[in-house]
Nanobody, 126 residues
Framework: QARLVESGGGSVQTGGSLRLSCAAAKYTGSSYSVGWFRQPPGEAREAREG??????????VYAASVKGRFTISEDSSKNTLYLQMNSLKPEDSAIYYC?????????????????WGQGTQVTVSS
């Protein structure tokens, strides 16, 4: 099972930027998908939303609410996943998790992911 460790969260004002990183130790292979999910403060895990996903051939998918503002990427040589977040809004405030699964299919359904990090907090103030 992979170990995923997020970093890069913090507090910013509306319109600011943050870059999240996820070190995915030992998560290698030719067919996998990794993604970012977020869970708003005070919400149950069932409310966790798939924000962006990338697979091992470079295909991506984004939630409509972040398309054009967020960019997902990975550096396979470093086994690290990134989420560049620009033009942040208060509604982007959440705990952000990275997750991984085998297979190339791009899915933003949390129940399809096997491995999860512990999360990093993002707070956007107005």
């Amino acid at each position: 099972q992979a170990r995923l460790v997020e970093s890069g969260g913090g507090s910013v004002q509306t319109g600011g930027s943050l870059r999240l990183s996820c070190a995915a130790a030992k998560y290698t292979g030719s067919s996998y998908s990794v993604g970012w999910f977020r869970q708003p403060p005070g919400e149950a895990r069932e409310a966790r939303e798939g924000v962006a996903v990338i697979n091992s051939v470079g295909d991506t998918v984004y939630a409509a609410s972040v398309k054009g503002r967020f960019t997902i990427s990975e550096d396979s040589s470093k086994n690290t996943l990134y989420l560049q977040m620009n033009s942040l809004k208060p509604e982007d405030s959440a705990i952000y998790y990275c997750a991984a699964r085998t297979g190339l299919r791009l899915t933003r359904q949390q129940w399809e992911y096997d491995d999860w990090g512990q999360g990093t907090q993002v707070t956007v103030s107005s």
